[in-house]
């Protein structure tokens, strides 16, 4: 396992330093003045100087990114606004502050959306499959079925609205969606992030319904399983030992890329309830043309993705006894 976790961390590396190094490519070598972009809407020929300055738009495009990759160990200092300590992903000079900065003050939103909205569609949607495959062609899973093929062909600005309308101002069942951090009040925490849970557990709880019931339903008809109802096993012990650990290899691989682009931002769920997460942070960015804080961003969300994979196969052991990591 060390040596297995060792490898793929290597590789992360490596592709996480691809990934960067086309990002900066695209964002600073196709426009024909990036200081420009980067300096944002409002901007003086003075500080487009020494936004130019900082960049190093006079020198080769190979040494601006070794000078960006620098800053990630040894921070970095920006004539005219200040130092970025390392690990330093930038600077914006549309927000005035380092990228890091900016973006560890919007995660926790964005963490606390992703994992509460997770473990809501995790229950619904693999208890939901589980049932509907145990009452394969009965009433039940016909309900399932179709109820899952419905909810997957909504969409969130379209459900968002129609939530909001009938649980918060017509009902008052539910709080404006709002955030507050966990430390301070997990009371309001909760409540103010309940009406996005459910709405963006709708839609995904529709596709791990699916999902669940298909990788299920094949699973039960394996040789391995059918073996084991023969040796006079539970029907119990026979679903849950042997075919519900069967199906959830390929479940926990879209899971891990699922919550590693939710960590990165929900950008529709976060501007239809007006949640300033990383998903806000991005629009907000491209608005702006604030391009150093775009590629700070979706270096973070490379990132995640690319851990999520590595923690998803690191699971794989645990959760099927077939397949062992060298």
């Known amino acids: 396992m060390l040596r297995f976790l060792v490898r793929r961390f290597i590789g992360a590396a490596i592709t996480l330093l691809i990934i960067s190094a086309i990002t900066f490519m695209l964002f600073y070598a196709v426009p024909r003045d990036p200081a420009r972009i980067a300096c944002g809407k409002v901007c003086t020929p003075e500080t487009l100087e020494v936004i130019r300055h900082n960049m190093g738009i006079s020198d080769p495009l190979p040494v601006q990114y070794w000078h960006w990759l620098e800053a990630i160990f040894v921070g970095r200092d920006y004539s005219g606004f200040g130092h970025c300590d390392a690990p330093c992903l930038g600077y914006s000079f549309v927000n005035r502050e380092p990228v890091l900065a900016t973006v560890w003050d919007r995660f926790p939103t964005t963490a606390s959306l992703a994992i509460g909205s997770s473990v809501v569609f995790l229950i619904f949607g693999i208890g939901t499959g589980m049932l509907a495959a145990v009452k394969q062609g009965k009433a039940l899973d016909k309900i399932a079925s179709s109820g899952s093929l419905i909810a997957s062909s909504m969409q969130i600005y379209f459900v968002g609205p129609v939530a909001l309308y009938f649980l918060v ?158």
Not at 170 to 189: C, I
Not at 297 to 313: L, P, R
Request: net charge positive.
């Open 169 to 326: 101002y017509q009902t008052h069942l539910l709080d404006q969606p709002s955030y507050t951090p966990f430390s301070e009040n997990p009371g309001a925490w909760f409540n103010g992030l309940l009406v996005p849970w459910l709405v963006l557990a709708l839609i995904w709880t529709a596709n791990y319904t699916r999902m669940t019931r298909s990788q299920l339903v094949e699973s039960l008809t394996e040789d391995y399983v059918r073996t084991a109802r023969a040796k006079g096993l539970s029907r119990r012990n026979v679903f849950f030992r042997f075919a519900w650990r069967g199906a959830m290899g390929p479940i926990v691989t879209i899971f891990g890329l699922d919550m590693g682009v939710l960590l990165g931002g929900a950008m529709i769920t976060e501007k239809t309830f007006s949640l300033q997460g990383l998903g806000m942070l991005s629009v907000k960015s491209v608005f702006s043309n604030d391009l150093p804080m775009l590629l700070g961003v979706m270096v973070i969300t490379a990132a995640f993705v690319v851990f999520s994979n590595i923690i998803v196969d690191a699971c794989y052991a645990l959760i099927d006894p077939r397949i062992r990591l060298a």
